[in-house]
């Protein structure tokens, strides 16, 4: 049952101006500046602030000697703001693609693997049935993408929750898991080799994801528990063809799954090391927000990755 205390909050005194302040003090810091990026001057956006903190009864921002910084319930305004605004935002836009006769528009986020497979197999299909549909695609880790899920900047992420306090404001779809392979160039030096052991892998050049992703924890963890340093030659990248490069031009090593870079296997120019990893990555999965009601065109998209899902990965489903 709704609260009557959060629907006075919500009638009574939240107007657009809270709310444009609200995400500009989240990104200035400041409130001289967050009011000049929200066309106000600044004793009327200190004023709108007061007005927050008196109407909910509690302090959103810590006044600091150089800027302001939210507290807990200031972080929690904040996001929503954001989404609140992302969503009119998105009206906006579905009301002016509708009286030009476009379709409308979807943005999505993806990790790495679905990001070369799985996604764009689910954009050409949504082509051949909604082509005026606009597809947005952004590559990146987990934690972020579903940060900008929950803020309004993305319709739907195929990638992993990883923060359980967010779990509960997402549903999530299984795909399949990512068991990971050391991959090299072709004719590359431990090639072929059956007698590979961690200690000498751990002497070669590596492409790592950047810190904090998963899977450079799993890595680092993989080498500590052995009792060795993680490699000391390395590129942080997460860019496929900046990967695929670096191998061709190189005797570096990555840890990839294989579904990666399968045209690449397949046309000899890489090739996968026999060194079990043991390394595999929980499940990710189509990920949206709960009790949110997507566009027509975000529906049409996450209509076709469950398709093109059900078709790759029948057995996980």
Request: a neutral charge; proline letters at 7%.
């Amino acid at each position: 049952m709704p609260d009557p205390r959060s629907d006075r909050f919500v009638r009574s005194h939240l107007k657009t101006r809270h709310l444009v302040l609200l995400v500009e003090l989240g990104r200035h810091g400041s409130i001289m500046h967050a009011a000049q990026a929200a066309n106000l001057t600044q004793p009327a956006a200190s004023k709108l602030l007061a007005e927050l903190e008196h109407a909910l009864g509690v302090q959103l921002f810590e006044r600091l000697p150089r800027g302001v910084a939210p507290t807990w319930y200031g972080q929690v305004l904040i996001r929503r703001a954001g989404a609140a605004l992302a969503e009119m935002d998105a009206a906006h836009q579905e009301v002016m693609e509708l009286l030009s006769g476009l379709r409308g528009r979807v943005d999505v986020g993806c990790v790495l693997t679905p990001g070369a497979s799985l996604v764009p197999e689910a954009v050409n299909l949504l082509k051949t049935r909604q082509p005026r549909v606009l597809v947005s695609i952004s590559v990146d880790t987990s934690k972020l993408l579903v940060q900008r899920l929950r803020a309004g900047e993305l319709d739907v992420v195929v990638g992993r929750i990883l923060d359980t306090e967010a779990a509960g404001e997402l549903t999530f779809e299984p795909v399949t898991d990512e068991p990971h392979s050391l991959i090299v160039r072709a004719g590359h030096p431990l090639a072929g080799r059956t007698d590979l052991t961690l200690a000498e892998l751990v002497l070669q050049g590596w492409i790592l994801p950047p810190t904090g992703s998963i899977l450079r924890d799993r890595l680092t963890a993989m080498f500590l528990s052995q009792g060795l340093e993680p490699p000391a030659e390395t590129v942080e990248t997460l860019a496929l063809p900046v990967i695929a490069n670096l191998l061709v031009g190189s005797n570096m090593v990555v840890a990839l799954p294989q579904e990666l870079v399968a045209p690449y296997l397949q046309n000899g120019i890489l090739e996968v090391l026999p060194f079990d990893l043991g390394l595999r990555m929980e499940m990710y999965g189509i990920i949206t927000r709960r009790h949110h009601q997507l566009s027509p065109g975000a529906e049409a998209m996450l209509a076709s990755l469950r398709e093109v899902t059900a078709q790759r990965y029948p057995s996980k489903r």
